[in-house]
């Protein structure tokens, strides 16, 4: 009998201590799902911010060429506009040219005619 309450009182210390084992396992497993649900939203949010991050690098490049095409697009104006006014300096040089050369034709038309008419 001594026996029999000596193994019913390991059982039973036994049983008490494979609860407290299935108490720690259990909160254990559950920790480990607080943490595993922890690490999956961190992956999400990295991957989110990679996709973010990877956008607004495309963002910047696509930006960066359009301010190289609109340099390139100004200096192209501004040598056209260089060109220009090379353009109507010389026109303007053309057109003094031909009036001049039109007074002073226009003077020799009046001083001929005049003298052709002092001969009639």
């Known amino acids: 009998e001594a026996t029999i309450k000596s ?20 909160a254990s497993q559950t920790e480990l799902i ?10 999400d949010k990295d991957g989110e911010e990679t996709s973010r991050l990877s956008i ?9 060429q359009e301010i190289h095409t609109n340099e390139s697009s100004l200096k192209s104006v501004e ?8 353009d109507i300096t010389r026109l303007n040089d053309l057109i ?15 001083v001929k005619q005049m003298e052709h008419e002092r001969e009639i």
Request: contains cysteine; glycine residues 2%; positive net charge.
């Open 34 to 43: 607080k943490t595993i649900s922890k690490t999956n939203a961190l992956q």
């Open 7 to 26: 193994l019913s009182t390991e059982i039973a210390k036994e049983t008490s201590e494979i609860c407290d084992l299935q108490k720690e396992w259990l």
């Open 56 to 64: 607004l690098r495309n963002k910047l490049r696509r930006l960066l």
């Open 79 to 86: 040598n056209t506009s260089k060109g220009l006014h090379a």
């Open 96 to 110: 003094d040219q031909y009036s001049r050369q039109k007074a002073e034709i226009e003077n020799n038309l009046a």
